[in-house]
Structures are given as structure tokens and as C-alpha cells.
């Protein structure tokens, strides 16, 4: 037996079982519940960020200006090329850059050399600082926008637990037309299935707090046994 | 199908939600216009909201002239600064502390910037008055040359598919390497809506680029923006692409709370529900932007996020919100 993977009609059948309305269309039409599918689609994606990607970003000597690619769902993080010793690039903000050495650093005048850090700007663009010296590529970890499902036969990338809160989603947006009340329940529905699906994630991504740094007792270094081992031994010298 | 929706993409969901799709304008239900207005006050509050869309722009300074006018696209400034250097906000108590003749002082290289009056626009002073004509461009001159060339999607390299031509116009795509962090930016004098404002790449339709100044002896300035008003129905909204499926429930919201034969309060509080659920979602997703970025000390934000930029920016008032908003 396998596993089983919605297909755009699979969707569309089982929302048209949830609405009542499964020979014909009635209320609903196929379009207008292929519209719905892929906005829950998106949704779904928004709320769990299940799909991640790394994806280039072309780089030229002496611009520090750039675009996140066209379908950047939520940027995650960046690093260099290999050429920068594929180094973590960090995020800062125009302020921070401007406090360098009590404020006196004219960083936007600063030459070319290999990028350390960027600067998020509106939703779609990027500062890098310093400006790159050479043409290159530096590597975005983000979580994109789902590609559309057009075709009855297309399938998502979400697993099987994502897909079945994407009918859920849905059935919500096209009883909104209907009936409020019926329709706020499938958004309660949908917002308890999420829950197994977070869990989904949070398995996938063993998330540690990002914003705070973890106190010394979470330091997973000393899970591995030859760090432990390097790490006791140096207490003998 | 993609989930950037242009004007018309949005109106036409709505209107299938009312199940509205007479053309009529003199309908009794809701006319096109009507509901445009709905998308672009939608599109207005959504950005107070999410603070999604920041720009860049310059002001270009004059010797010895004081005081500039801020662009009507400024909702908030953010960062100043004069030939690339950060200028301090200051006001005038503090200068008048600091040095009660500064009224007098002659014109030099601005180190300061204070607003010296409240207005449709902004009025910005830089303290002192600058000395020197900033660095402008325009209008392009047989002189000056006109061409540079188109850049591709990347907007890194030059896209060599491109002649230039009477049919195309003669401009477009500037980079200007001697350290100015902006590039070159969309003619927005002509036509702000380029597809989801990602492509640098101008096309024959846009036009030619008019003025192009750079921050070097101007001031230049950071801000969260006014987003422009939407005319054609090819118009996208300035917002990313998770936002624009939002805009349809607000509007749907504003439909039923119109006076008249179909005002539905309870509706109308029903799609603001769904509105408040919609960008809660997408608050949730801005927040977990660049996840390493330290924004505050606190690692978790408590409850809606929506609901606390609700309050910043007041809510419709004729419906009957739950405690949560």
C-alpha cells in the first residue's frame, strides 16, 4: 500500500465532500475552489514553514544592493561563497552599522572587500556590507512560496499531515461565502490540525531559542564524545 | 496562477464572494469603484500594519537653501543622512541649548537634522545649511549622454536582449560605484508598478528615467512608505505577496458595513475576523523573518500580534470587536 499524496483534484473532491456540493458545481466553481486551494496552500506554508530551500543570490563587485528572489516566502539566513570561506553572513540594521566606533565610521563609504553582514531592507531587498569585491554568489536559506497546483493532477511538496490541513483551509475560505458561522468552525478545525503539523516541524528544525542565546547547560557540544573527551582532557594540562 | 494578485485579481474574489458580478456601476450593490477604493484603503492600512514596504529616496540639496520638503510617500522616516554620513535627529530646544546664536551660523556641512514644522509633507531642516550643490542628474542632456543599459532579473547583469531604439525610449539601469548603496531604483515618476517591485529591469512600457540624483552632498533618507495608489487593474499592491489574499476580507469587511439595504454588521465583523486571521498569519511569518536578528530580549512575543498593531493604528470602530482585537 502507499502512501497517499493529494493531487489538485483530490483536494477539490474533498472540499466539495465537506461543502455538500460533489457531483456539480453549484455555488462553487472549479476555478473558484482551485483559488482556494492554492491560498491554503500558502497558508499552510506561511503557518508551519515546511518547505526550505538554500538558493544563490548573484553578488557583483562593488554593489551592495540586491533582491531576494521573486518567490521568498520568509528569508531565513544567508552565508558567503566559498570564496569568503563560506561564512554565516549576519543580519544588522542601518543604525548599528551607523554606532561603529562611537558613530564615526563612514561605513557607507567604506571600500569593497569580502561581505560579513547585511542589512534587511523593505521585504524583498538586502544591503550586503561591506560591498562585495568580486562577482560572486552568496547563498539564501529561506522558506519559499509553494508553487501552484494548475493541472488536476499536480501534487504539493508538503507532507501527507501538511496536505490534509490544506482541504481544511480551504473548505473555510469557500463557506465564507456561504455561511460565516459553519465556515469559522472549519478555521477552528484547521487551527487544531496545525498543531501535529508544528510538531512536524519543530522535530524537523530541533529548534533551540534563536533570539536568546541558551545557557551553558544547553551546550550540545558535550553530547558528542570526542569533544567531552577534548574538553576533559585539557583539564589535566 | 500565482498568489501575487493585481487589482483586478482582487476585485474580481470579491466579487465573487458577493456574488456581485454585474458590471452595472449604477447597480444598487457595490460599483467597481467602490470596491477599488475598498483594495486601495486596504492596501494603505495593511502597510501601517505590517510596515512591510521601506524605501529609499533623496533629497537634493541646494547651497545655502535651509529648509526641503519631504516626499509624499513618506509614512515614517527612519534614518537621515548627508553625503552618506548618519545625521542625528536634533529640535530646536536642543540647538538653542547648545548654542543660542545658531540661527546665525553660516552655511557648512550638515551634522544635524530637525523637523521645524507639521505638515501634509514633511519639512525637513539639516543643521547647518549645506554649502554645496548636492549631485543631480537632470534632465538628461545630449551632453550629459542619456544610455546606459537594462538589467536583468538578477539585477545584477546587463540584459543584452535590449537595443535601444526610438520604440523602447533611450534609458534605463544605473549603478553608480562609487559607494552609494542605492543602485538605482525604479522611475516612479512614470509608473511605480513594476510586478511585485522585485525586477530592476525596466521594460518598454515604463518610460525613460527623469531625474537620478545620488546621496553624495544630498541628504538621503530611509522610510517606511505611503503605498501608491492603485489605478489600472494591472496594478500590484506594494506589499509581499502573502498580503494581497488579506486585502480581499478587509474589503469584503468594508462592503457590509456601508450604510444602506446591505449593511450586515455581524458579516462585517465576520470577514474582519477573517482579515485579523489572515494577518496575524502573515505578522507570525515577519516576525520569524531572518530568525537570528536580535529585535528585542524577549524571545517570544506574548499573544496576537495583529491585535497590538490594531491598537497603533485604530480599528473600525462601528463593529463590535471581541476582547482579542
Given amino acids: 500500500m502507499a502512501i497517499q499524496n493529494y493531487t489538485l483534484a483530490d483536494f477539490r473532491l474533498e472540499i466539495k465532500t465537506r461543502l455538500n456540493e460533489i457531483s456539480n458545481d453549484g455555488l462553487w466553481s472549479t476555478s473558484e475552489l482551485n483559488g482556494y486551494i492554492n ?83 523593505s521585504y524583498n531587498e538586502f544591503i550586503l556590507w561591506p560591498a562585495p569585491s568580486s562577482v560572486t554568489t552568496v547563498n539564501l536559506h529561506d522558506v519559499p512560496v509553494p508553487s501552484p497546483l494548475v493541472a488536476d493532477t499536480d501534487t504539493t511538496l508538503l507532507p501527507l499531515v501538511a496536505q490534509r490541513t490544506i482541504s481544511i483551509f480551504a473548505a473555510y475560505l469557500a463557506m465564507m461565502k456561504s455561511d460565516m458561522q459553519k465556515a469559522m468552525s472549519f478555521l477552528k478545525e484547521y487551527k487544531q490540525r496545525l498543531v501535529s503539523v508544528l510538531e512536524l516541524t519543530r522535530h524537523q528544525s530541533q529548534d533551540r531559542p534563536t533570539v536568546l542565546a541558551p545557557g551553558r547547560s544547553f551546550d550540545r557540544s558535550m553530547a558528542n564524545p570526542s569533544i567531552r573527551a577534548f574538553r576533559n582532557s585539557r583539564r589535566y594540562y | 496562477m500565482s498568489e501575487v494578485l493585481n487589482k483586478g485579481q482582487i476585485r474580481s474574489i470579491i466579487e465573487t464572494y458577493l456574488m456581485n458580478t454585474s458590471s452595472d456601476v449604477n447597480s444598487l450593490s457595490w460599483s467597481i469603484a467602490e470596491l477599488d477604493g475598498y483594495i486601495n484603503e486596504a492596501t494603505l492600512y495593511s502597510q501601517q500594519i505590517t510596515q512591510f514596504y521601506e524605501d529609499f529616496e533623496n533629497i537634493v540639496c541646494t547651497a545655502s537653501v535651509s529648509t526641503y520638503t519631504g516626499s509624499p510617500r513618506v509614512y515614517q522616516y527612519q534614518r537621515f543622512t548627508w553625503d552618506r554620513d548618519f545625521l542625528p535627529q536634533t529640535n530646536e530646544y536642543e540647538l538653542d541649548r547648545d548654542d543660542p546664536s545658531w540661527r546665525l551660523a553660516s552655511p557648512n556641512n550638515p551634522f544635524r537634522f530637525y523637523f521645524p514644522q507639521m505638515a501634509q509633507n514633511y519639512q525637513i531642516v539639516p543643521y547647518p545649511t549645506p554649502s554645496q550643490n548636492g549631485f543631480q ?50 522611475d516612479n515618476v512614470t509608473d511605480p508598478f513594476i510586478a511585485n517591485k522585485i525586477t530592476y529591469a525596466a521594460s518598454a512600457e515604463l518610460g525613460e528615467l527623469q531625474i537620478y540624483s545620488t546621496d553624495e552632498l544630498n541628504i538621503g533618507t530611509s522610510m517606511v512608505r505611503i503605498p501608491d495608489t492603485m489605478v489600472s487593474d494591472f496594478d500590484v499592491p506594494q506589499l509581499p505577496q502573502q498580503c494581497h489574499f488579506g486585502l480581499v476580507f478587509y474589503a469584503l469587511m468594508k462592503c457590509f458595513m456601508r450604510e444602506g439595504e446591505f449593511q450586515d454588521l455581524q458579516l462585517a465583523s465576520g470577514w474582519f475576523e477573517a482579515y485579523g486571521d489572515w494577518m496575524e498569519s502573515v505578522l507570525e511569518n515577519k516576525a520569524r523573518r531572518w530568525a537570528t536578528r536580535v529585535r528585542s530580549m524577549e524571545p517570544f512575543e506574548d499573544g496576537s500580534l495583529f491585535a497590538k498593531r490594531l491598537l497603533a493604528v485604530g480599528y473600525p470602530q462601528q463593529l463590535d470587536l471581541k476582547p482579542s482585537y
Fill in chain 1, 39 to 121: 491560498r491554503a496552500q500558502l497558508r499552510v506554508v506561511m503557518d508551519t514553514r515546511i518547505l526550505q530551500r538554500d538558493i544563490p543570490i548573484n553578488v557583483t563587485a562593488n554593489v551592495s544592493f540586491y533582491s531576494l528572489p521573486t518567490d521568498t516566502l520568509t528569508p531565513l539566513w544567508m552565508y558567503g561563497p566559498a570564496l569568503w570561506g563560506s561564512l554565516r553572513l549576519f543580519p544588522t540594521f542601518l543604525l548599528s552599522l551607523d554606532k561603529q566606533y562611537g558613530g564615526m565610521y563612514q561605513w557607507e563609504k567604506d571600500s569593497d572587500n569580502q561581505s560579513n553582514a547585511f542589512v534587511p531592507f
Fill in chain 2, 137 to 186: 542628474y537632470a534632465p538628461f542632456s545630449s551632453e550629459l549622454g542619456v544610455v546606459a543599459n537594462f538589467l536583468n532579473a538578477d539585477g545584477v547583469t546587463a540584459d543584452k536582449t535590449y537595443t535601444f531604439n526610438q520604440e523602447f525610449g533611450i534609458v534605463i539601469g544605473f549603478q553608480d560605484t562609487q559607494g552609494a548603496i542605492i543602485m538605482f531604483r525604479p
